[in-house]
Every structure is written in structure tokens, then in C-alpha cells.
């Protein structure tokens, strides 16, 4: 429930409100906006008994949220929510900005090098896995700490944010040392103590949907984040499982603009985990922009047949420039620009 408060409400009228509901035993979450105060009651799981702070002096009107998750409802907050990442690069507003790079950081040479040539061909946050969730126990696990600082030391050199994965809840801490933005991947999606703790850890949180995840089991993992304190999400479409084995998973695009309309929270596309094939990843990316993604994950990789991991799905740095090209024409007639565009 959502009380939204007169533009002329007192503090003290606010305060009432918000003892009112403390005084019924849920929790209150004051949040001051440029015309009014909103108050957002939360800990409820039914209905709540509204009339008792209608009533109350400066009350305008009460809004029920209808959703099982609260504040990343649209009910919650009807603007757009903009995430704010490192190096000024804004997710949610009309410029849309590109993330690229390996699967996994491998090398100095390798990270250093493809982070420049991203940088020249427009990306705006360069990813790279330090810490790999394989599928398999045997394969590589990637570098660990030295990919973190190897992606520090690329972003120095370029500008770009880094995006990297934690995958337990103790390595948050360490990779928001380094990392812009934390990215928990689609096989940790419901991992709840991860949540919790990337909820407190300061940083702009990319969240995965599972890989058999319903939009509302992925809305309310982000409401895990949000009720940690954690503003700053994207969301991320990754594609889920399906019975067709011709691509890696089913590209849910359609997943974009509902999420938009339940949501204020960004939702971005990942077309690579999303078709696990690199020449259905190209078609994918421009279907995403033209669905109105508001950024996209892509990776590219500069050998991709020496690839540690994902090479099947990593575009080679020449298709990654021309896709930016024709994104850049997409997002134009839609109303939207490609950030970094030349
Ligand atoms: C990744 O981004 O490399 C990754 C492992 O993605 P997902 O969690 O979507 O599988
Ligand atoms: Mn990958």
C-alpha cells in the first residue's frame, strides 16, 4: 500500500502517517518526491485495514499495490527508474548503452586488447567473468581475483564500467572492490542470502532471470535488492529453457516490454546466453533494441574459437562493430539513441 501525502503535507503530518503504520505493526518507508511525500507500508501479506490512515491529516489519496512484489511495482513508483553506473553511464533513460566483452577475462592481452577495441566501436561497460558459474566442475572456473584486477586495469585504460559476476554471497564484498556494476547470473537468480547481500553492497546490481524463471519470480527477486536497499537495478532478459534444442535457450524478447510495463526498473537483453549461437545473436540484439530494451549485453570475444568459455556464442569484434552500426538506426526510429554513438 502506498500513501500518497497532500504536496502541502507537514513533517509532522508525514511522521504521523509513518507511526501509524510502525503503530500496526508493519513498516513504513518515507520517500520525499519533487510535488509530495509518498509513504510505502510494507511487511503486510494481505490486505491492510487502509480507513484508519485515510483519515489522517494531509492524507491525498491511498494506493493499493496490488502486486506480490512491492517497491519494483510500477503501482510503487511510476517514473522510470534510471541506474546510475561508474563512468556517468545511465541505464533506463533514453540513451541505451551497450555492454561487451568475453564470457570470461583470460588474459591481460586478451581483456586489454578487446576492452579497446569495444571502447573504439562505441560499448559503453565492458563485461567479463572472474568468477565463472560452470555447468560442469571440470571446466575452467576463470581467474578469480587476478580477472578482477586484469578488468580494473582495463577500465583504467578505457573508461569503460566493468560488469562482473559474483557468485556467493561472501564474494560480493570483494567483487564490488572492483566491479561498477555486480552482475548475478541466471543460475543464481533465487540465491537469497546473494540477494540480500548484493542488496547492501553500494553498487548498481545487474540481476539474470533464471533460466526457468517466471517474470514474477524474477520481479521479486529484485524485490530482495530493493527491500536490502539496493535502488540501483537491471534487469536482464538471458533466455529460458524450452523443448527446442535448435538455439542454446528460447529468447523471450516478449519478456522486454512486459517487464517495462510491471516494472520502473531497467530491463536490459542478452542475446548471447539468450540463442547461445553467434550468427542468431546478431538478428536477436537488433530485435531487442526494436523491442525497446533499454541496453544490451553481448559477447564478443577476439578469437572466439580459442574461447574458454562461450566461444560458440561470441561475436568476433568486426560483427560486434557493424551490429552497432545498425543498432544505432533502430534505436533512432524508435526515438532512442545507441550510447556512444559516433
Ligand atoms: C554470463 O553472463 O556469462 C553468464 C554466465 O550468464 P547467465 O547467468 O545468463 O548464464
Ligand atoms: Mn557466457
Not at 561498477?180 to 537468480?189: L, S
Request: aromatic letters at 4%; charged letters at 20%; one cysteine or more.
Amino acid at each position: 500500500m502506498l500513501v500518497v501525502m497532500r504536496h502541502n503535507a507537514s513533517k509532522a503530518e508525514v511522521g504521523r502517517v509513518v507511526g501509524e503504520i510502525e503503530d500496526m505493526g508493519y513498516e513504513a518507508r518515507s520517500m520525499p518526491g519533487k510535488q509530495r511525500t509518498t509513504v510505502g507500508l510494507m511487511g503486510n501479506d494481505g490486505r491492510v485495514d487502509s480507513a484508519r490512515i485515510a483519515g489522517l491529516p494531509g492524507v491525498l489519496e491511498i494506493i493499493p499495490v496490488t502486486k506480490p512484489y512491492k517497491q519494483v511495482s510500477r503501482e510503487w513508483r511510476s517514473a522510470d527508474t534510471i541506474v546510475e553506473v561508474g563512468n556517468g553511464v545511465r541505464f533506463g533513460g533514453s540513451e541505451v548503452p551497450i555492454i561487451a566483452g568475453p564470457c570470461a577475462v583470460e588474459s591481460e592481452e586478451q581483456i586489454l586488447g578487446i576492452a579497446h577495441q569495444l571502447k573504439g566501436m562505441g560499448a559503453s561497460l565492458l563485461r567479463g567473468g572472474a568468477f565463472k558459474p560452470r555447468t560442469s566442475p571440470y571446466s575452467w572456473q576463470g581467474l578469480g581475483e587476478e580477472g578482477l584486477r586484469l578488468l580494473a586495469q582495463a577500465r583504467e585504460a578505457t573508461g569503460l564500467a566493468i560488469v562482473t559476476e559474483a557468485l556467493d554471497p561472501d564474494g560480493v564484498d570483494l567483487v564490488a572492490e572492483y566491479a561498477d556494476v555486480i552482475q548475478i547470473g541466471a543460475r543464481n537468480m533465487q540465491n537469497y542470502p546473494l540477494l540480500r547481500r548484493a542488496g547492501r553492497c553500494g553498487k548498481p546490481v545487474l540481476l539474470k532471470r533464471g533460466m526457468s524463471a517466471t517474470l514474477n519470480e524474477l520481479l521479486l527477486a529484485a524485490e530482495y535488492l530493493l527491500a536490502d536497499g539496493n535502488d540501483d537495478v537491471i534487469l536482464c532478459e538471458r533466455g529460458v529453457r524450452s523443448f527446442d534444442s535448435h538455439t542454446r535457450n528460447l529468447f523471450d524478447l516478449t519478456a522486454v516490454p512486459v517487464v517495462q510495463s510491471l516494472s520502473h526498473l531497467p530491463m536490459i537483453a542478452d542475446p548471447s546466453h539468450g540463442t547461445g549461437i553467434r550468427d542468431k545473436v546478431i538478428p536477436m540484439a537488433r530485435a531487442s533494441i526494436a523491442a525497446g530494451a533499454d541496453g544490451l549485453m553481448i559477447e564478443v570475444h577476439p578469437n572466439p574459437p580459442t574461447a574458454l568459455s562461450d566461444g560458440a556464442q561470441s561475436l568476433y569484434p568486426n560483427q560486434f562493430s557493424e551490429l552497432m552500426e545498425q543498432i544505432r538506426v533502430i534505436a533512432h526510429a524508435i526515438g532512442r539513441s545507441v550510447r556512444g554513438s559516433t
